[in-house]
C-alpha cells in the first residue's frame, strides 16, 4: 500500500525550463527526504526536512529548492534544468531522521 | 567518506537455488553504522527488506537474512531457496548515525523459473 505519493511519474522538458515536483505522505511522519538516482542507478541524498530543519546535501546545486507548505508535503523545484538532471526523484520520509525511511514511487525527468 | 560496494550488478538464480549477494561497507564517520537492505520490485517503489542496527546482530524477513559483521564490514544478502517472485533490485545500504541514507549501486536479482 503506497503512502508516499509523488506525481508526477514522468516528465520530459527542454534545457533551461523550470520544474516542480510533488510528494505527499500520509504516514503521519514529521521528517521528508529528496534522492536523486542517476543513469548509473545510484541513489543520493538531496536534501532532508522537518519543519524545525532543512539540511541540504553540498554537492547539491543552487537550482535545486524544496518546498514545504506542511510536514505532509515536500516539493522539489529545479529552476533552471540542465541536461544532468535527467533522472529518477525519489521521496521518502520517516519519523525522525533515525527512523526507517518510506520512499515513493519516483518521478522520472528526462531534460532534452 | 562512507560508503557502500556491491559488486554484482546483476545476479541469475534458478529457483529454489540458494542466493547470496555482497555487500561491504566503509564508515569513516562512525563506527558502528545502521544497515539496511532495500528493495524495488517491477513497478512498484523502494521498500525496507530488512535492517540491523547492532554489530554481530542478524535481521531476516521474507525468507532473506543478512548478518551484520563489523569485522568484515559486510552486511551479506542471502537466502536458502529462491522465488521467481524475488525478482527484484536490491539496494544496500547504511545510515552513518546522521540523517542520510548512504546506497550500494544495487543488485539486479532475476531468477529463472
Known amino acids: 500500500e503506497t503512502a508516499v505519493f509523488q506525481t508526477p511519474n514522468y516528465h520530459v522538458t527542454q534545457v533551461g525550463n523550470e520544474v516542480s515536483f510533488n510528494c505527499k505522505q500520509t504516514?503521519?511522519?514529521?521528517?521528508m527526504y529528496w534522492y536523486k538516482q542517476d543513469s548509473k542507478k545510484l541513489l543520493k541524498i538531496m536534501f532532508s526536512?522537518?519543519?524545525?530543519?532543512?539540511?541540504v546535501n553540498e554537492t547539491v546545486p543552487r537550482r535545486f529548492s524544496p518546498q514545504s507548505s506542511d510536514k505532509a508535503h515536500l516539493n522539489l523545484r529545479i529552476k533552471s534544468v540542465e541536461p544532468e538532471d535527467s533522472a529518477v526523484y525519489l521521496c521518502?520520509?520517516?519519523?525522525?531522521?533515525?527512523?526507517?525511511?518510506?520512499f515513493g514511487p519516483g518521478t522520472r525527468l528526462l531534460v532534452l | 567518506g562512507d560508503s557502500v560496494t556491491q559488486t554484482e550488478g546483476q545476479v541469475t538464480v534458478s529457483e529454489s537455488k540458494s542466493l547470496i549477494i555482497n555487500c561491504t561497507y566503509s564508515?569513516?564517520?562512525?563506527?558502528?553504522?545502521?544497515l539496511f537492505w532495500y528493495v524495488r520490485y517491477p513497478g512498484e517503489g523502494l521498500q525496507l527488506l530488512l535492517k540491523?542496527?547492532?554489530?554481530?546482530q542478524k535481521g531476516s524477513s521474507r525468507g532473506f537474512e543478512a548478518t551484520y559483521n563489523k569485522e568484515a564490514t559486510s552486511f551479506h544478502l542471502q537466502k536458502a531457496s529462491v522465488q521467481e517472485s524475488d525478482s527484484a533490485v536490491y539496494y544496500c545500504?547504511?545510515?552513518?548515525?546522521?540523517?542520510?541514507?548512504?546506497f550500494g549501486s544495487g543488485t539486479q536479482l532475476t531468477v529463472m523459473p
Open positions: 545500504a547504511l545510515r552513518p548515525g546522521s540523517w542520510q541514507l548512504i
Open positions: 564508515a569513516t564517520s562512525i563506527g558502528y553504522p545502521n
Open positions: 540491523v542496527i547492532t554489530a554481530g
Open positions: 526536512y522537518n519543519n524545525k530543519q532543512l539540511i
Open positions: 504516514l503521519g511522519h514529521d521528517t
Open positions: 521518502a520520509s520517516s519519523w525522525g531522521n533515525q527512523d526507517t525511511q518510506y
